[in-house]
């Protein structure tokens, strides 16, 4: 993101945090995508939208309360993470039916093939720390690059990696 993006980012706030229904539109629109495809690869895909369309309601309500002293959009990731959070606290998380998972609508390196998989990978995902689980959607729900994630996570490009790789052998370990 170049400064200009990120002024343009900041003024599109303001302008929402006062109600403009325009700055609101344009933000919903440049997250969406984001927000859609870390959701759809933790929840069940027949609860997906729902639970988008529910981050969004919470961040209109509580988009005052972001102060600017993180990105936004690590502001919406937490916020995102503790939805998925509230979404399974809500539901019996150890009963996964099949019906809830549907062939994935996006192609990414880590979409497993079969319904099983997906389901297996879903679970797996969900049992691993909230860190591991995070730098794995970074990379695969969100497709960022290790140098993007280590700005998003504030750490070096060495350790961004060395965790990834512990967070890969986390999700594997769960996984068998």
Known sequence: MTSTDITNEE????????????????????????????VHFVIPESDVEDVTQEIFIAMIKSLWSFRGEARFSTWLRILTNRKVAEYYRKRDSDHIALDDVKPCQHAMPMTPHTLEDRIALRHALNQISERHRDIILLRFAEGLQFSQIA??????????????RRAIQALREHLE
């Open 11 to 38: 003024t599109l706030i303001e302008q929402a945090k006062t109600g403009d229904l325009n700055a609101f539109d344009c933000i919903y629109r440049r997250y969406l995508p984001l927000v859609y495809r870390r």
């Open 151 to 164: 700005e998003v996570l504030g750490i070096s490009l060495e350790a961004t990696k060395s965790l990834f």
